[in-house]
């Protein structure tokens, strides 16, 4: 059910006019997509400018810029402290979405409130890459990752080694009530704890794949692995990836990707790691398992894999996980002001 939204934004600009254009036609596009609207939910926008910014309108740059809404921007008294050179935006809309601010570079400054840890939230189905990109990603930008698919993995051990069915819900539940999983970071490098024990290596063979994919779709299991997720996000700027971190997990998170590919590429990528760990396997079994768990995690009840509104989707087919993460943080270098 959408209800009238009054949703706030700030970006900084040179005073030129090319310069005004550009940021505020960015800041809006940005509130547009992070809102899932369009100028057709868009009530009006105002929009304010610091008295140092005189060269161009910027509610005439909107409608240069093609925005068939109603406009109107005016110019700020001069209060001391103010930030200087920046436009501030209220976009009202109406809106069936929680409603995500904006502020982008220097205009961050004003709402240090809802700014100062960002998240990136990478989703997508196994095999697309993502623990690839999130590691180089985090590297680059100096953030935590969270490899949220080795908490289910480890829960999937425990099953395994309990000789618990992962699918029997209620057998599973008995299995996990009392069950310690946690995450610990030695030297930047994640590490899974099951029950005081790394089982950071084991998590990774197609048996605990599978497992871990029966086991996530049970909704006790995904009630006990929320709070963790949260909490490393909470004191951190991090990236996290999933399958429903920007729907479930964090879907405030500033930053949200889809990172995809199709179903061979992703079978041999995976078969292509598995052998070079050394294990003995099979592209046919990869890529039936791929099937099968892309089947699982789109199809279960609670929390589906599925690409968020405000995601941004990347196929990944013809792209090295290099490239991905460089359109990563350029996406959010450009947001950040890095
Ligand atoms: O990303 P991965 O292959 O390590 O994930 C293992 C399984 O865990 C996957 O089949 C689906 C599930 N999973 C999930 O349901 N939600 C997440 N956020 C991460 C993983």
Excluded at 16 to 27: D, F, M, N, P, Y
């Amino acid at each position: 059910m959408s209800k009238t939204v009054s949703i706030r934004g700030a970006v900084t600009a040179n005073n030129s006019a090319g310069e005004i254009a550009q940021a505020v036609t960015k800041l809006v596009d940005r509130i547009y997509f992070k809102n899932g609207i369009t100028d057709s939910e868009v009530v009006n926008i105002m929009l304010s400018v610091s008295g140092d910014l005189t060269s161009f309108s910027p509610a005439r740059a909107l409608r240069e810029a093609g925005h068939n809404v109603p406009l109107m921007s005016c110019v700020e008294p001069n209060v001391d402290g103010s930030l200087a050179n920046c436009i501030r935006v209220m976009v009202t809309a109406q809106s069936e979405h929680p409603i995500s601010h904006v502020y982008l570079g220097g205009a961050r400054a004003l709402r240090t409130d809802i700014t100062a840890n960002y998240a990136i939230a990478l989703d997508g189905p196994s095999g697309a890459g993502k623990s690839t990109v999130a590691k180089i990603v985090a590297k680059k930008l100096g953030i935590t990752y969270l490899d949220t698919g080795a908490l289910y993995r480890a829960l999937g051990l425990k099953c395994l080694n309990e000789g618990v069915s992962p699918s029997d819900s209620a057998t599973v539940k008995n299995c996990l009530e009392n069950v310690s999983v946690d995450i610990v970071y030695t030297d930047g490098i994640q590490r899974v704890m099951l029950d005081g024990e790394d089982v950071s290596g084991k998590i990774r063979t197609p048996e605990v794949s599978m497992a871990a994919s029966a086991v996530s779709a049970i909704p006790y299991v995904r009630e006990k692995l929320l709070g963790i997720q949260r909490d490393i996000a909470k004191s951190n700027s991090v990236i996290l990836d999933g399958r429903d971190i920007g729907t479930v997990v964090l879907p405030s998170a500033e930053f949200k990707f889809f990172l995809t590919a199709s179903a061979e590429i992703r079978a041999k990528r995976r078969f292509d790691e598995l052998i070079e760990k050394g294990n003995k396997v099979v592209y046919e079994d990869i890529y039936n398992d791929v099937i099968t768990r892309d089947h699982n995690d789109s199809t279960r009840a609670v929390a589906p894999l599925k690409c968020a509104y405000d995601a941004e989707e990347i196929v990944s087919d013809n792209m090295t996980a290099e490239e991905v993460a460089d359109k990563i943080i350029s996406d959010v270098a450009e947001v950040v002001g890095l």
